[in-house]
């Protein structure tokens, strides 16, 4: 007389839970080992870039949407750029290092932290002398009051990054002075002039091919016709920056 035996084909594997948690750990390796490998090749473009002002355009590239959504990254970054700018002696590098420590604070909730790191980066700055890097770290500390809703404030601090950022002429910071200049404007219901600083920002991010920059120019563009109550507007300009940036 034969007999069935019913098999449960995980009983059968014994080890099948130690497998799964070994290639768990793989794979959190993997992603360990890359992110530090993305760390260590953005900091050695900081470092081996000679040019102050190309500098300040690599420091604004570490703002991505993965920083932004790890901001204990960007704390790491920070970190580590301020421990060596500060073997080095060197001023512009800690300034930089400063702000984006404030940033990752701030990002995480912290903005009385986040708001001393970009204190100190501005006063570094303003010590080094370099204008665009006094305007991208004004920029910076500016996000904390906008997150506050003290728009006063960081109007001030965006309109004074953006006279530095013009004396500099550095069109990646006027880029996103204008934007963030664009969204104050917009929240204080002062139409006309947000329209006409998140439009400045949008012709700069075509001269510059600035992909990056227009994605933030299409999202300010959705707020503003969405307040104004005018959805075609948003829709047309949306439309026709589609086409100019293919």
Do not use: W
Not at 6 to 13: C, R, Y
Request: aromatic residues 8%; charged residues 20%; proline residues 2%.
């Amino acid at each position: 007389m034969l007999f069935k035996v019913k098999i449960n084909p995980l009983k059968s594997l014994p080890n099948f839970k130690i497998i799964l948690a070994l290639a768990c750990f793989i794979l959190s390796f993997q992603n360990s080992f890359s992110q530090d490998k993305t760390i260590d090749v953005a900091l050695n473009n900081i470092i081996t870039e000679k040019n102050e002002n190309k500098k300040v355009d690599l420091y604004l590239d570490l703002y991505t949407r993965e920083t932004e959504g790890t901001p204990a990254l960007l704390i790491e970054m920070g970190k580590k750029l301020l421990s060596l700018s500060q073997k080095t002696n060197d001023i512009a590098m800690q300034a930089g290092a400063n702000s984006m420590l404030g940033h990752g604070f701030r990002m995480l909730g912290n903005s009385v932290k986040g708001l001393k790191y970009h204190q100190t980066a501005v006063d570094l700055a303003r010590e080094n002398g370099n204008v665009v890097l006094f305007a991208m770290t004004k920029n910076q500390m500016a996000h904390v009051y906008k997150d506050r809703g003290e728009y006063k404030q960081a109007l001030e601090l965006y309109l004074a990054a953006k006279a530095l950022a013009e004396k500099g002429k550095n069109q990646q910071v006027l880029i996103y002075v204008n934007m963030n200049l664009g969204f104050i404007y917009l929240n204080m219901e002062q139409f006309d002039a947000a329209l006409t600083c998140t439009q400045k920002a949008y012709e700069l991010s075509l001269k510059i091919n600035s992909k990056k920059s227009l994605g933030l120019y299409f999202r300010n563009f959705r707020a503003y016709s969405h307040k104004i109550r005018k959805p075609t507007i948003g829709i047309r300009l949306l439309q026709n920056g589609c086409k100019r940036s293919n």
